[in-house]
């Protein structure tokens, strides 16, 4: 089946820091993916949905300065939390769909960012 | 707007007992419906689907079908194995044009112990 790669699994930064984040289609051309944050013992949080070619559209609440999205090509798609705070540290996934309606997301394994 | 409610958990099993992770929605039109699963430290893996009404999705023993007239899409399986503790997230994805997105329920973690 597809694949989304995401990089790192894991990463931990100090605070003021910036990390980026990856999400790469492995066998598919994503024109979009999505990215959602997910706090423990909770569900996926949608925090933007990355447009290939264009400008991010952010879910309300969600900074765009701090969480900057860019889509640069067909299958890769990076996530830069920006001066990192520890309330920032979290679980972060990506996902993309194959096809057109009525198809499958596919997700990437997830990154763990911690900010110390 | 639409919206997932499934059960709370955490949900604890033994070996071989008989499974339902309750599932409801709350969506306009003809939603496509998901559940997810995530094991520890990992994203999430499609589990099983069903895009209309009355269709049962299966997968590994799991199995759902579309309820419309109760919007219901509950998770059910015959007997749990301890590799089956995981998290599960139900989720729907909607009708309309240029629906992408995906709503999930907060998820439900299950342990089965042995």
């Known amino acids: 089946g597809a694949v989304v790669s995401q990089h790192p699994s894991r990463v931990i930064c100090k605070s003021g820091t910036s990390v980026k984040i990856e999400c790469r289609s492995l066998d598919f051309q994503a024109t979009t993916m999505f990215w959602y944050r997910q706090f423990p013992k909770q569900s996926l949080m949608l925090m933007a949905t990355s447009n290939e070619g264009s400008k991010a559209t952010y879910e309300q609440g969600v900074e765009k300065d701090k969480f900057l999205i860019n889509h640069a090509s067909l299958t890769l798609s990076t996530l830069t939390v920006t001066s990192a705070h520890p309330e920032d540290s979290s679980f972060y996934i990506c996902?993309?769909?194959?096809?057109?309606?009525?198809?499958?997301?596919?997700f990437g394994q997830g990154t763990r960012l911690t900010v110390v | 707007g639409n919206s997932v409610t499934q059960m709370e958990g955490p949900v604890t099993l033994s070996e071989e007992a008989f499974l339902t992770i309750n599932c409801t929605y709350t969506a306009t039109g003809y939603p496509s419906l998901f559940w997810y699963v995530q094991y520890p430290g990992e994203g999430l893996q499609l589990l099983l689907k069903?895009?209309?009404?009355?269709d049962k999705g299966s997968n590994k023993g799991f199995e759902a079908t579309y309820r419309k007239e109760t919007t219901s899409f509950h998770l059910e399986k015959g007997s749990v194995q301890v590799s089956d503790s995981a998290v599960y997230f139900c989720?729907?994805?909607?009708?309309?044009?240029?629906?992408?997105?995906?709503?999930f329920g907060k998820g439900t973690k299950l342990s089965v112990i042995p």
């Open positions: 989720a729907l994805r909607g009708s309309g044009a240029g629906s992408y997105q995906l709503t």
């Open positions: 996902s993309a769909f194959k096809g057109q309606a009525n198809t499958e997301a596919f």
């Open positions: 069903a895009t209309k009404a009355d």
